[in-house]
């Protein structure tokens, strides 16, 4: 009994360790997921994706940076353009917890789809925050690059102005265009790996 | 003098009327404040004027509204620092900018730098000496994100204008100081880094003050990803060099420019911060001998970031402090303060002569009080030490003394109505100073505020003694002293100044009613003690309390009608009553210890067992410890815990109740108050839902006195 309660104690001891979680590792395995696409209800597994790139945004609709990469039109020019031929799906993630800031129903996330125009292959709802604690997303948008073996390739900010200004978007350096324009190309990318900026994702 | 000019066109002219007066110019600055934002930012300078060929000191001031934060320079996991875009006039340059010293801000996985209240940022403007105009124009475009749980980006035009003059008087010195304690102080020493199996190694020679007693330490990087924010460290020392050890982010050591960050920490009750640059040196020598003293680390401080004052945040003088004042609370108790008035009012009826000797009275009762303090907490440590698993309060988990008191009481009660008096040392505690009985009264007198002090905790003083009780011996002691010292104080500046003896009342017939009166608070703890009993025992024990109770009343009035043999006869009568009570109550406690106390269906009793259970599962758990003793315990449980809201929020949140009995002794609940840094109850206690991982994150200690209020705010970040 006294064991057991040590060990108890000692298991809330080393709890706050994991707060702080370990990210995933660039040129490693992505962390897997299996999720249900809320736009069409269907499973989606990363497993599955198996020669496509995967593009992951994390996303927060009342987020003043997630704003600026969607009222400029930004955000969703780049999932329309790297959508267009089939080999790049992306994946949009809501990790908010329920009764937290920014979370959202299957049918309010398919409406704020409608209503920015926004095209993303896929979407999932993580209010649990299992996916976002698995790849230590930080901040909306925090985005990841998954090339067609399931390696993580990129990982950080969307792009290198981290002003919440709108007109910061026209001239930034977009460092998920330029990962995944790599992956196309057989290059090397230059920039694995960079610091997310935004606002908190509120697992 | 004026310090805001709302519109800047009036700026120039009254500058010119300043000139001419030649008024000790202040600083006159234009602040375009926007009234919806949520941080207030203003520029403010050190002197009151720009002297060409000299600099002064400039800050950016952030005031922050209340449950708002703004980030550092390194924002941590999310966020965005404050950015500043400079319009000077040509020739002005600025030296480095100092930010305050960062808070760690926490959220489920995200852990950000930043402030709340109040943050300055700090530079040096040098004034070119060839600057020619009537006045200096410094203009920022300040631009921040804060943040609550939502994040807002705001921006503000700040401006500051000082008339350009060949001397300069300071200004604002209050808050520049107050800037400068808040801000890091560099490091002088040989500081390097290195890594090893995903763990970064620091190494500070010498250690920067206060090292060796650190405590909730953090390393706050100016560059991300060297370290995962937030993370414990672990500190450690050897011949005055210091290693700090923590976990490694993913980001390539390579990448990392830059190794400077704030290293933070408590020592000896000040917060200290030190700014230092690290250096690589990839061939240091990570020693790993046992000569080094773990100085802080994870595992041996889980609640770090713990809200409520954790013996850790608690130092030495502090809770001497905290034991006196409690000690003077106690002598309002509804038990003490009858036998106090009763003794203070003895000075109305001192002779001349007497009175000479007050102030020895006064000395006798104190040593009496710390004597028996003294004795009391040496036996709580020599209980300790021998293994016994027993806190503060564990004297009324023994319904024996328990019932003992009780009929202290009770018979107390009946002096001051008058049946009897008492002139036996133990008892003379009403009677006028009699140098005949020399001092053993006051000193007696001492001993019995102490017994009936005991069972009435302040609430404050539990954070005292729960420090107190973890501490070495020399420590505990000392902590007691402090307490016993505060219950003997006024009584003992009542006997050392004479003055406040002429202030008393004079004496009259006044003061029998006022003694009777006094019998009616001993009578209603009569009452607490005999609920307490029935907890404990249940109807036997209290019933043979009340008899034992009456056979000592019995006694004593038998006692003022006869003497001799009669009285020996009723005397070995009620001795034998007396033990038969005691030895009913005695068998009631053990009888009763086998029941399952009474309680309610949908909460569940404590046992470690049952807590992790209760952890391993997907709800929020709430612990409340608790004992029928405990007055605070039974005050928050009327007001707090049978709330109607706050019982249908533990129902909505599906919040695991467990409660843990603590009116008899049981050695899990002392445990388990203890790994908190109690050594009483009440104890509340909420465990978060668990995240993804399974991790609850830190246990949240609620205050110890309960309101609605507070229970549902926890529940709510608990969720």
């Known amino acids: ?203 | 003098m004026i310090s805001h000019i709302t519109s800047k066109s009036f700026v120039p002219l009254i500058l010119i009327l300043f000139a001419i007066l030649i008024f000790p110019v202040g600083k006159a600055s234009a602040q375009e404040a926007n009234p919806v934002n949520h941080v207030q930012a203003k520029l403010l300078a050190s002197r009151d004027a720009a002297v060409p060929g000299q600099s002064f000191d400039l800050m950016i001031a952030q005031d922050i509204d209340a449950d708002w934060h703004t980030y550092w320079k390194n924002p941590g996991d999310s966020g965005i620092p404050l950015s500043y875009e400079w319009d000077v006039p040509e020739g002005i340059t600025f030296g480095e900018y100092i930010w305050s010293t960062p808070k760690t801000i926490r959220y489920e996985g995200v852990v950000d730098f930043g402030y709340s209240n109040n943050a300055y940022i700090t530079t040096t403007v040098t004034v070119p000496q060839d600057f020619e105009g009537d006045t200096l124009t410094l203009t920022a475009d300040l631009n921040w994100l804060v943040c609550q749980e939502i994040c807002i980006p705001e921006n503000q035009q700040v401006r500051l204008t000082l008339p350009v003059q060949a001397q300069s008087e300071p200004a604002n010195e209050a808050l520049f100081d107050k800037a400068a304690s808040m801000e890091p102080v560099p490091y002088q020493g040989n500081a390097t880094f290195t890594e090893e199996n995903s763990t970064l190694y620091l190494k500070l020679a010498p250690t920067p003050a206060g090292f060796n007693a650190a405590q909730n330490a953090r390393f706050i990087p100016e560059e991300w990803g060297i370290i995962r924010n937030g993370a414990f460290l672990t500190l450690s020392e050897n011949e005055g060099v210091g290693l700090i050890e923590i976990p490694r982010d993913t980001r390539a050591l390579e990448e990392i420019a830059n190794y400077r960050g704030v290293l933070k920490y408590e020592a000896n009750g000040q917060t200290v911060a030190t700014d230092v640059t690290f250096v690589a040196d990839p061939a240091m020598e990570i020693a790993s001998d046992n000569t080094i003293a773990l100085v802080d680390g994870a595992p041996e401080s889980p609640q770090l970031d713990a809200p409520q004052s954790a013996p850790a945040n608690f130092t030495f003088i502090q809770a001497m402090l905290y034991a006196l004042i409690g000690g003077l609370i106690l002598n309002l108790m509804p038990c003490v303060f009858p036998i106090l008035s009763m003794k203070a009012l003895s000075f109305t009826k001192l002779s001349a002569k007497e009175r000479k000797e007050a102030a020895k009275h006064g000395i006798f009762y104190t040593l009496g009080v710390i004597a028996s303090m003294v004795a009391f907490s040496g036996l709580l440590i020599a209980l300790k030490s021998a293994g016994a698993q027993i806190g503060w309060g564990f004297q009324m988990q023994n319904p024996l003394l328990v019932s003992v008191l009780f009929c202290l009481f009770f018979v107390i009660g009946l002096n001051f109505l008058g049946m009897f008096d008492v002139n036996t040392s133990l008892g003379n505690f009403t009677n006028r100073f009699s140098t005949r009985n020399g001092f053993t009264n006051d000193f007696m007198t001492g001993v019995l505020v102490v017994l009936v002090a005991t069972p009435c905790t302040a609430p404050f003083m539990a954070a005292a003694l729960g420090y107190a009780l973890v501490q070495p011996a020399i420590v505990t002691l000392s902590v007691f002293v402090a307490l016993g010292f505060g219950l003997a104080l006024p009584f003992l500046l009542l006997a050392l100044v004479p003055a406040l003896q002429r202030h008393m009342p004079k004496p009259g017939h006044w003061m029998v009613v006022f003694k009777q009166l006094l019998a009616f608070p001993m009578f209603i703890a009569c009452v607490w003690l005999a609920w307490v009993l029935t907890q404990q025992t249940g109807a036997n024990g209290i019933a043979a309390a009340l008899m034992a109770a009456i056979l000592i009343s019995f006694f004593i009035f038998v006692s003022r009608l006869k003497g001799g043999l009669i009285l020996f006869i009723t005397g070995v009568i009620c001795l034998f009553g007396f033990y038969k009570s005691i030895e009913i109550i005695h068998m009631a406690d053990i009888a009763y210890q086998d029941e399952t106390p009474v309680h309610d269906a949908d909460v569940l009793l404590y046992t470690p067992e049952v807590l992790e259970e209760a952890l391993a599962g997907d709800d929020i758990v709430f612990v409340n410890m608790t004992a029928a003793w405990c007055i605070t315990c039974k005050v928050n449980e009327r007001t707090t815990i049978k709330d109607a809201d706050v019982m249908a929020a533990f129902e909505e949140n599906d919040v695991t109740y467990i409660m843990g009995d603590w009116t008899r002794f049981d050695a899990n609940i002392t445990q388990y108050l203890e790994s908190f840094g109690r050594s009483g109850v009440p104890i509340y206690v909420i465990y978060k839902k668990p995240d993804a991982n399974g991790a609850r994150g830190e246990p949240v200690l609620l205050p110890q006195i309960l309101t609605p209020d507070i229970v549902l705010n926890a529940l709510e970040n608990a969720g």
């Not at chain 1, 979680?21 to 040129?27: E, M, N, S």
């Not at chain 1, 499973?43 to 704003?67: H, M, Y």
């Not at chain 1, 020019?77 to 979370?103: C, F, H, P, R």
């Not at chain 1, 896929?122 to 997303?137: F, H, M, N, R, S």
């Open chain 1, 1 to 203: 009994m006294l064991k057991s309660f040590l060990f108890a104690v000692a298991v809330l001891a080393l709890a706050p360790l994991s707060n702080a979680q370990a990210a995933p590792l660039t040129g490693e395995m992505a962390p897997a997921i299996t999720a249900t696409d809320s736009i069409t209800g269907e499973p989606f597994s990363l497993a599955d994706q198996k020669g496509k790139i995967v593009v992951l945004e994390w996303t927060n609709n009342g987020c003043p940076f997630v704003r600026k990469h969607y009222d400029t039109n930004n955000m969703q020019t780049l999932q329309k353009n790297m959508t267009a031929d089939g080999d790049v799906v992306w994946v949009s993630i809501v990790s908010s917890a329920e009764g937290k800031q920014g979370y959202v129903s299957a049918e309010e996330s398919n409406a704020i789809i409608a209503e920015e125009g926004a095209q993303p292959t896929v979407k999932i709802l993580d209010p649990e925050g299992t996916i976002g604690q698995a790849y230590a997303a930080k901040t909306t948008p925090h985005m990841f690059v998954i090339d067609a073996e399931g390696v993580l390739r990129y990982q950080g900010a969307i792009d290198d102005d981290s002003s919440p200004r709108q007109s910061a978007v026209e001239g930034a350096n977009n460092y998920v265009v330029a990962a995944v324009e790599a992956l196309k190309n057989g290059t090397d990318i230059t920039v694995a790996e960079t610091q997310p900026y935004g606002c908190g994702v509120k697992y």
